[in-house]
């Protein structure tokens, strides 16, 4: 992999991720573009204690351009876009329109491929192999700066999910604290480790998991699951074997396996509800331990977090989205249509031939 890092015409950094060593990245951002202005602001909510980000000025981010218009294309002649280059494997750059920034964190971009009408299914192994590169060298860089706390690598895919670019793209938030999320489960882990006499629960998990019939595919290094939880229609745990807390202590052997199980989902994922519907909506989001302290989680270190994606759609049946309503909206319960045994079922049918 080279790494080459570069400014757009209005400071933003961006960096290209090449297979090639060889490769040169010496083009220059020809738009006459302003410095970025954000006003986002981290305000905490005093009854739940969880974080707000305000961030008025993405209400003028780019929304539904068409193809020839993508902001995520390479630039072309004198179709210019936020890649100056005319082609690229992956690149990361600064949001522009950036829910958290500055003093509240970072946002990033990840572009996945120059195709436009590609998706991450799509790629090759040493495609996906670079993405994987590229968010953990993210994940390292990011981890470094002052105000971040935790670094969130996801994609969402789909207009379904909210997708307001068609390109195959994800994000990269750095966030100044512990996301709610990752807090509960560590309170969990930490009430686990306690009543256990030192057992870890994200180990006890995987090992009742594996030992179920919610496998969905197994590799040497990697295990996919359905929760037995689950809390969507269709969702997909996976877990390297090996626990490490984030993707920076994934090995060699977890590294090389991954695309191939990672793609293998994805595509079962497209061919859940048949090959008549259109391509299934999703959110894949990697969960990494916090950099920051742990001290508030009673005895808990990052090593005792578990690197895992968690993969899931909003559709729960042919031409039906599961819609957050009164219950999972008002009380942060979910009700979930699909049992998770029959979805595990299902993602076993729809393998690779």
């Known amino acids: 992999m080279k790494k080459t ?64 218009e993508c902001p995520l294309c390479p630039s072309a002649g004198d179709r210019l876009s936020e890649i100056p280059d005319s082609s690229y494997d992956v690149v990361v750059f600064e949001n522009r329109f950036p829910s958290l920034a500055g003093d509240s964190g970072r946002c990033e971009v990840v572009c996945f491929t120059s195709d436009h009408n590609a998706a991450f299914a799509d790629l090759t192994e040493e495609q996906a192999g670079l993405v994987l590169e590229a968010w953990t060298d993210r994940t390292s860089e990011l981890s470094h700066l002052p105000a971040v706390a935790q670094v969130f690598c996801f ?26 999320r990752t807090a509960l489960m560590l309170r969990s882990a930490a009430t686990h480790k306690e009543m256990t006499g030192g057992e870890n629960l994200f180990d006890a998990v995987l090992e009742r998991e594996l030992a179920g019939e919610r496998v969905v595919l197994e590799g040497e290094h990697w295990v996919a699951f359905v929760p037995y939880a689950a809390h969507w229609p269709y969702e997909v745990h996976l877990y390297p074997k090996r626990r490490v807390p984030d993707l920076l202590g994934l090995d060699e052997e977890a590294r090389t396996e991954f695309p191939k199980v990672y793609l293998e989902l994805l595509r079962r994922f497209d061919r859940i509800f048949g090959e008549s519907e259109p391509p299934t909506p999703y959110i894949a989001a990697w969960h990494q331990a916090p950099f920051g302290a742990l001290e508030e989680f009673d005895g808990v270190v990052r090593e005792d977090f578990a690197l895992h994606l968690e993969l899931f759609t909003i559709r729960r049946t042919s031409g039906k989205l599961k819609f957050l309503a009164g219950s999972e909206s008002g009380m942060n319960v979910f009700i979930n249509d699909v049992p998770p045994e029959r979805a595990a079922e299902r993602l076993r049918e729809v393998a690779s031939s």
């Open 5 to 68: 890092s570069t400014r757009l015409a209005d400071g933003r950094e961006l960096i290209y991720y090449d297979l090639r060593d060889d490769s040169v990245r010496d083009a220059t951002d020809r738009r006459p573009l302003d410095r970025t202005v954000t006003t986002s602001e981290i305000r905490r909510d005093p009854l739940l204690g969880d974080s707000v980000a305000i961030a008025s000025h993405r209400q003028g981010r780019t929304y539904h351009p068409p193809a020839d």
């Open 155 to 180: 994609e969402n895919r789909g207009a379904e999910i909210g997708v307001t670019l068609g390109h195959p793209h994800g994000q990269i938030y750095a966030y100044p604290f512990t996301t709610p």
